[in-house]
Nanobody
Framework: QVQLVESGGGLVQPGGSLRLSCAAS????????MSWYRQATGKERELVGT???????NYADSMKDRFTISRDNVKNTVYLKMNSLKPEDTAMYFC?????????WGQGTQVTVSS
């Protein structure tokens, strides 16, 4: 069975930092493009960024200066490092893995930015 499990979310103050993790199992992780998405209450789900199988990075313009995606193919884990967090970053953050016709989602981890 394929599983993507996010972790690392929680409550953080404005200006703080947080690192999210997504641990994958049941798939050949190194072949998958891995992405982070987020969805705030009452808003559309939006792409945060993607790291491809060869390590190429793409970010949404609004995230480029503050967020960093990385992957560890030995640990089968993709990370999202978030800096200078703002209240508007509050959302459920989801991990996605895609390879050819295969597409998998995690259940998400909640990030709340509040003082």
């Amino acid at each position: 069975q394929v599983q993507l499990v996010e972790s690392g979310g929680g409550l953080v103050q404005p200006g703080g930092s947080l690192r999210l993790s997504c641990a994958a199992s049941g798939l050949t992780f190194s072949r998958y493009a891995m992405s982070w998405y987020r969805q705030a209450t009452g808003k559309e789900r939006e792409l945060v960024g993607t790291i491809t199988d060869n390590g190429s990075l793409n970010y949404a313009d609004s995230m480029k200066d503050r967020f960093t995606i990385s992957r560890d193919n030995v640990k089968n884990t993709v990370y999202l490092k978030m800096n200078s967090l703002k209240p508007e970053d509050t959302a459920m953050y989801f991990c996605n893995g895609k390879y050819l016709w295969k597409n998998y989602w995690g259940q998400g981890t909640q990030v709340t930015v509040s003082s």
